[in-house]
């Protein structure tokens, strides 16, 4: 699933295609992703003007001057691909079409932006811009962590009040909006801290480290285009390529970067923790 990097590198990506243009035709190949699409979708978005592009967790929302705002979420393998517009120094051509092409957005200047998922775990929907906290996937999420609101104080409130492991608690889309597995293990890395330990039994100045580890390690995955494992890429198709810095994530067997100690891999909640034994306690 992609995690807040690979969201936000895809969203940069679209801005120069989307923002501050019409959308001028929209081709619909099947009336349903992961759910049915919105009702009347292509006629209540063509012709409309996409105001800004934003990010809440991991969802794209391009906000319309009709008062609606298109969600997006990649789900497992969406991809959105941006053709006939130049990016940087290239120009990208229209493709020929896929056959998981589902959604494509022909955009006023020629732009255009498909949205190909061969999974179809992704979705998307319209929403009333003014009423979009009270979405059933967007309600109760927690602060963005790349914002004021995720502060020391608050996280310390947060996992003092939770008898949970500490990952288990940061991965909790409810206490932080947007953290995903991978950034989570890289995170409790820098900062020292086992994945296992209790959060309300962690000091109150070990957990005020993590939040600026928290965002020095998004900045830098989004800098680096996202981490790319198996579908991700970016609006260009390029790939992301933040894995290759990975200090612990995915490196079981394999000498920690700090001490040399073989990192070690243990299953919390379904999910794969990466952890140094003598450098994280």
């Known amino acids: 699933m992609p995690e807040l990097p690979e969201v936000e590198t895809v969203r940069r990506g679209l801005v120069p295609a989307m923002e501050g243009r019409r959308i001028a035709h929209v081709t619909l190949n099947r ?31 391009a906000d319309l001057d009709t008062g609606e705002s298109l969600l997006i979420h990649l789900g497992m393998s969406g991809r ?34 498909t949205f190909n998922d061969a999974r179809r775990f992704g979705a998307m929907d319209l929403v009333r811009t003014d009423r979009e906290a009270a979405h059933w996937l967007l309600a109760g999420l927690g602060p963005e962590p790349l914002g004021n609101d995720f502060s020391e104080a ?7 009040e939770r ?24 995170v409790l890395f820098r900062a020292g801290i086992d994945p296992r330990r209790q ?33 991700h890429r970016q609006a260009s198709g390029k790939l992301g390529y933040f894995q290759h810095t990975f200090r612990v994530y995915d490196r079981e ?18 999910r794969s923790s990466f952890f140094c034994p003598s450098c994280q306690s």
């Open 31 to 61: 009336p349903d992703l992961r759910w049915p699409l919105p009702e009347n979708m292509a006629t209540r978005l063509e012709g409309a003007r996409v105001e800004r592009l934003r990010r809440r967790s991991k969802y794209i929302l």
């Open 154 to 160: 608050y996280l310390i409130a947060r996992l003092h």
């Open 253 to 270: 067997g394999e000498p920690c970067p700090v001490c040399g100690t073989p990192i070690r891999r243990i299953v919390q909640s379904g």
């Open 80 to 113: 959105m691909l941006v053709s006939g517009i130049m990016l940087g120094d290239y120009h990208f051509e229209h493709p020929a079409p896929e056959k998981h092409d589902h959604v494509v957005l022909d955009m006023e200047g020629g732009a255009r932006v």
């Open 199 to 231: 959060a309300a039994r962690i000091a109150a100045k070990r957990i005020g480290q993590i939040v600026p580890l928290v965002r020095e390690v998004l900045s830098e995955a989004i800098e680096a285009g996202g981490s790319s494992l198996r579908d």
């Open 163 to 186: 008898k949970s492991p500490v990952k288990t608690v940061l991965l909790d889309q409810h206490v932080v909006a947007g953290l995903g597995n991978i950034y989570v293990n890289e």
